[in-house]
C-alpha cells in the first residue's frame, strides 16, 4: 500500500504563489507515475499535471506555463509549483500515483491523497 499526505494549500490573491507537497510511503515509489488532479465546488475532478518516473511530465491546458510539477524520488516527494494564479484555480487538490506511465483519466490511479484546499481571491 502507498500513503499520501497532500500540504501547501492555502489562500492567495489572484497573480500570487504556491507549492504543494505531497509526500509518498509505503511500497516502491520511484517507478511510478504522480499526478495532481483538483476537484472545485460543483464540478467534477480535473486532471491538472503528471509526471513520469523518468522526469516527463505533461499538463492540462489550462495551466500549461504556470504550473510546474516535479519529484524528487530520494524525498518519496511530489511538488507542485503554481504561478500566476486565478480564481479558477480554487479547488480542494489531490496528489495520486499510478504503478505505471502517468495518464490523465483519474481512474487510472491506484492511489489518492486527502487534498489540500487552494483559494484564490480576486
Known amino acids: 500500500q502507498v500513503q499520501l499526505v497532500e500540504s501547501g494549500g492555502g489562500l492567495v490573491q489572484a497573480g500570487g504563489s504556491l507549492r504543494l507537497s505531497c509526500a509518498a510511503s509505503?511500497?516502491?515509489?520511484?517507478?511510478?507515475?504522480m499526478g495532481w488532479f483538483r476537484q472545485a465546488l460543483g464540478k467534477e475532478r480535473e486532471f491538472v499535471a503528471a509526471?513520469?518516473?523518468?522526469?516527463?511530465?505533461y499538463y492540462a491546458d489550462s495551466v500549461k506555463g504556470r504550473f510546474t510539477v516535479s519529484r524528487d524520488n530520494a524525498k518519496n516527494t511530489l511538488y507542485l509549483q503554481m504561478n500566476s494564479l486565478k480564481s479558477e484555480d480554487t479547488a480542494v487538490y489531490y496528489c495520486?500515483?499510478?504503478?505505471?506511465?502517468?495518464?490523465?483519466?483519474?481512474?487510472?490511479?491506484?492511489?489518492w491523497g486527502q487534498g489540500t484546499q487552494v483559494t484564490v481571491s480576486s
Open positions: 495520486a500515483l499510478r504503478r505505471g506511465p502517468l495518464r490523465t483519466a483519474g481512474h487510472e490511479y491506484d492511489f
Open positions: 509526471i513520469n518516473w523518468s522526469g516527463g511530465t
Open positions: 509505503g511500497r516502491t515509489y520511484s517507478l511510478y507515475a
